[in-house]
Nanobody, 127 residues
Framework: QVQLVESGGGLVQAGGSLRLSCVAS????????MGWFRQAPGKERDFVAA????????GYADSVKGRFTISRDNAKNTVFLQMNSLKPEETAVYCC????????????????????WGQGTQVTVSS
């Protein structure tokens, strides 16, 4: 059974930083594209960032480029999202996702590509 367990969310002031972690089990982590989506109340689920299973290719939503960094540790089955200069409008539940890919240098930005989803961790940014 696949499990994606996120941690690291919380309350932070605008301009602050948080580091999210996602530990995966029940899958071959080193062969999975990993990513993060977020969803605010009453809004659609949005792509945040993703990383190829080779770890060499990353992709970001335009709104977070230069502020967020995704990384992975295949030895620990863990993916991270470092978030800096957070904004109040980024308050949301952040979910870790995993996708199968036959290519080591690809990532995906659409939710339909991901077959496994975590429960999410709440990030609240106060103004």
């Amino acid at each position: 059974q696949v499990q994606l367990v996120e941690s690291g969310g919380g309350l932070v002031q605008a301009g602050g930083s948080l580091r999210l972690s996602c530990v995966a089990s029940g899958l071959t982590f080193s062969r999975k594209v990993m990513g993060w989506f977020r969803q605010a109340p009453g809004k659609e689920r949005d792509f945040v960032a993703a990383i190829s299973w080779g770890g060499t290719i990353t992709g970001y939503a335009d709104s977070v480029k230069g502020r967020f960094t995704i990384s992975r540790d295949n030895a620990k089955n863990t993916v991270f999202l470092q978030m800096n200069s957070l904004k109040p409008e980024e308050t949301a539940v952040y979910c870790c996702v995993a996708a199968t890919s036959f290519h080591s240098n690809r990532y995906y930005a659409t939710p339909d590509e991901y077959e496994d989803w975590g429960q999410g961790t709440q990030v609240t940014v106060s103004s």
